[in-house]
């Protein structure tokens, strides 16, 4: 997996691309959340359009990154999902915990929306 971080206002955006299997790459991730969090970035869109395939380790890795973001008084959002993940969260349940989007713009805008409570 690889991803790449972008700002939009005050939101960031995640996109993910190749598989999504959790292991070390889940711990590069979490990292990389910690980061933003210790800098005040506690708002959260991963854009899932590159992503090919995630297992039951992937999906625990997104459910990880969410609380970290909400425990921390943000949000972490969703976008872009294919049919496969889209079908992954259906079956889980996991689509009526994570706040999801068809698009990243969507995503962003939903924050102006919606916005979380202040940390």
Known sequence: MKYDVQEQGRVVVLALE??????PDGTKLHDRLHELK????????????????MNSSGLGMLISA???MRNAGGDFRLAGMGAGIRSLLVITRLDTVFKHYESVD????SYE???PSPA
């Open 38 to 53: 210790d800098a005040g970035k506690r708002h959260v869109v991963v854009d899932l359009s590159g992503v090919r395939f």
């Open 113 to 115: 929306e919606d916005p």
């Open 66 to 68: 969410m609380t970290t």
């Open 18 to 23: 190749g598989n999504i299997l959790g292991g």
């Open 106 to 109: 969507e995503a962003v805008a």
